[in-house]
Every structure is written in structure tokens, then in C-alpha cells.
């Protein structure tokens, strides 16, 4: 017999945003969301089009990775394709240097799949760039004639020494580094051993889009981008949000297509969104602890954002096993929604919240400024596609920014 415990701690784990990315499809949690799914279009351009380049922006917590994870296992469902999705924050620290860690992360994954390979020249490649990942030691002999000081000018040139002149014409695209090149023949090398039923090789790059730094994320994904595409390797990236805005939307110029994951709109007039919102939670929590009245509350609550609609419901949850009670009531919802809306409150300067003041009592707001641009980032303002854009204060935070316009 299943204990409270027990029952309530299997909800609690089913409702976590980030088990749920890779739960969703195992456990056969996963829903389509409204029209064709972001994950469907994606494996079916680059089963078109397998060395392709995909970039994928949108709301903080609206579904991207599932669906990133869902166009790997239909790549490698079907076809004559070998998918492999990575999660670039569990293998390298995003503060650090971007530069080439796409290029090496995607011969590794490559590596991985040709270990076992018979070819010694397969396995000194898969090595090497184990090495290029996580450096390695070289014995360098001293020979006493050789000079090792470094040149303090390297500039200095005596007569008779060829000195060039710099033109005027720079190239678009200016030719990749030497160790570039280097990496990009030794990913060839390992496409070119895959088996037949792999005969072409596709990564999935997760995480980007919590990089706060667009240029180091730019300055990466040109070099990268182009050398994997050079390698002729297919993929796709999630990057920040905030390459919609303003200058850095030149970045999207380099890949191939641009693929959008907005909130949805819970207001939408045939209703498909909410249907959609309540299926999430119908698979991931019993309706003896959330029923159907409850689900339609924590759906308003949430946006149209889903990851914050798990968010919300796990805290319902929380406070009826807290308070213990076996079915969530409005008391709990509004707990957790409060909860959840002081969160995003926390660290507001004056001007984010004359912003949000303005928006939620005259429905006006222009992004211009950084200090917009970080509102909709983090979701404290939400925006909704259309044929006219439409932005919404994070329902959560209403109440408390009423409150404090009520005070002044």
C-alpha cells in the first residue's frame, strides 16, 4: 500500500521542470502542444536537409528543450540519421570561453558512438579530441641551442624582408583558424566512419539560452556554426531570448532557419491552449489532488508559461501535504502563487517597476531599453504572438504590483 508520503513525493518529482524535460517523453508524459509542434517541424527540415543549421529562442520555461529532445528521438526513429542531443551546461561552465567547445563537444559525441571502431585511424581521432576537451600532457626535450625567449616586437623587419601592406577589402566571412581546420578534418574523418545506417550526423545544442553575454554566445556560435557546417554535420542550438531584440538579430543571419517557442496564450479564443496547459497536468498529477476546477486556476496563474505552471502546481501540492490536506484547494494555489510572484518581485529597481506599473494599468509597453529587454527575459513581462504582438504582466506579480500602487 502506497503511503502519503509516497503518493505525494511521486507528484512532487512528475511536476519538476527539470526531470521533466527528459521524463516527459520516457514516461510517455509528453503533450503536443497546440498546432505542429516545434520538435516535428525541426526533425523535418533536417531530415530534408541533414546538414542544416537551426537556431531555437523563446519564453524561459515554455517547452524548448523537451522539444529539442523530442526532434532527437524522432531523428533516430526513422531514416538514415543519427541524432544526439547534448546539454552544453553539463559539460562545460557557460562563464567560461565559448570558442570551439561546440566543435569539440560534437567530436566527442562522435567518439562516443565510434569507440569500438576497428579502424586505428577512427580511434587515434576519437582520442585526439578527447585530448582537444580536457587538455593533455607533452613532454617538450631542451635542446641548448634553441632559442625559447618570445620576441618582444614582432613587427621589427630589416631590408630585404618581404613586408605586407594591408587592402582594403575584408572578407564577410574571413577564413577559419588553422586549428580550426585541423578539428573540422578530424570530424570528417568520423562522420565518414559511421555505419551505413547513419549516414548523416546531427547534435543538438541545449542550454545557450541562459547566457546572460549575447556577443560571447555570437562570437561562438560564428565559429562554431560555421565549422560544423563546414564538417558537414547538422544541428541546432538554443540560444538566449535576446537575440530577437534589437542589434544582436544579425546573429540569426547564420543559420539556416529560426525556430520560435513563444508562451502560449491561455486567452486564445478557440481554447486549444488551455486544453493543451490541462493535459500537462492531467498526466502528471491524479484529479483527486488537482481536479478539473483547480487545474483551470493554476492555468490562469501560470501565463501560458509551462514550466511555471509546474512550478505553481508543485507548490499547491507542497502546501496541501504541509497543511494536510489530500485534494489542492484555492488556499494552496494562492499560496504558491504568491510564493512564485514575490519571487520574480525580488531585486525590481524603481524604473522595472514603473515599467510593469504602466503595463498593467494602460497595456503600454515599447522595448527599448536593456532594462525592458531583461523584463521579458525573465518573464516578469510576458509576450504572446499574433499578427500584433501582445505583452501581459506575469499574472503572478499583479496582485503584489496593485498592492504597491494602492500604497503610493
Not at 44 to 63: D, E, Q, T
Request: with cysteine.
Amino acid at each position: 500500500m502506497v503511503s502519503r508520503l509516497d503518493l505525494f513525493r511521486s507528484y512532487f518529482e512528475r511536476l519538476d521542470p527539470a526531470a521533466a524535460r527528459v521524463r516527459a517523453l520516457r514516461d510517455e508524459l509528453y503533450v503536443p502542444p497546440p498546432g505542429r509542434a516545434i520538435g516535428e517541424r525541426l526533425a523535418a527540415r533536417l531530415r530534408l536537409a541533414p546538414k542544416s543549421a537551426h537556431l531555437i529562442v523563446g519564453s524561459v520555461g515554455a517547452g524548448k528543450t523537451t522539444e529539442l529532445v523530442r526532434a532527437a528521438e524522432l531523428l533516430n526513429s526513422t531514416g538514415d540519421t543519427r541524432a544526439v542531443y547534448v546539454d552544453v551546461s553539463r559539460r562545460h561552465d557557460l562563464d567560461k570561453n565559448l570558442v570551439g567547445v561546440l566543435l569539440v563537444l560534437a567530436g566527442l559525441e562522435l567518439a562516443r558512438l565510434l569507440k569500438n571502431h576497428g579502424d586505428a585511424t577512427v580511434r587515434a581521432t576519437c582520442k585526439q579530441f578527447s585530448r582537444w576537451a580536457y587538455g593533455h600532457a607533452e613532454f617538450v626535450p631542451y635542446h641548448p641551442g634553441n632559442d625559447y625567449s618570445e620576441s618582444d616586437d614582432d613587427s621589427d623587419w630589416e631590408p630585404g624582408d618581404y613586408v605586407h601592406h594591408q587592402g582594403v577589402l575584408t572578407q564577410p566571412r574571413p577564413p577559419l583558424p588553422a586549428g580550426i581546420k585541423e578539428r573540422i578534418a578530424a570530424l570528417k574523418t568520423l562522420t565518414a566512419a559511421l555505419p551505413a545506417e547513419a549516414q548523416h550526423f546531427v547534435i543538438l545544442f541545449d542550454s545557450l539560452d541562459r547566457l546572460d553575454d549575447v556577443e560571447a554566445f555570437q562570437t561562438a556560435a560564428v565559429e562554431d556554426v560555421r565549422a560544423l557546417q563546414q564538417a558537414e554535420i547538422g544541428l541546432a542550438i538554443v540560444g538566449p531570448g535576446r537575440i530577437l531584440y534589437g542589434p544582436n538579430r544579425a546573429i540569426v543571419d547564420i543559420f539556416d532557419q529560426l525556430h520560435t517557442v513563444p508562451a502560449i496564450d491561455v486567452w486564445d479564443g478557440d481554447g486549444a491552449a488551455s486544453r493543451f496547459l490541462d493535459q500537462v497536468l492531467v498526466r502528471r498529477a491524479d484529479e483527486h489532488i488537482v481536479d478539473p476546477q483547480a487545474r483551470s486556476t493554476l492555468i490562469r496563474w501560470c501565463g501560458g508559461i509551462l514550466r511555471d505552471l509546474l512550478e505553481l502546481t508543485r507548490g499547491a501540492i507542497e502546501e496541501a501535504f504541509v497543511t494536510g490536506a489530500e485534494t489542492v484547494s484555492d488556499t494552496h494555489i494562492m499560496r504558491s502563487v504568491d510564493a512564485f510572484g514575490r519571487t520574480l518581485m525580488f531585486g525590481l529597481r524603481s524604473n522595472e517597476l514603473r515599467t510593469l506599473q504602466m503595463l498593467r494599468q494602460h497595456k503600454v509597453f515599447v522595448p527599448t531599453t536593456d532594462d525592458d529587454l531583461a523584463l521579458l527575459v525573465s518573464q516578469r513581462i510576458i509576450e504572446y504572438p499574433g499578427i500584433t504582438k501582445r505583452y501581459s504582466v506575469h499574472p503572478t506579480i499583479e496582485p503584489l504590483l496593485a498592492a504597491l500602487g494602492a500604497g503610493t
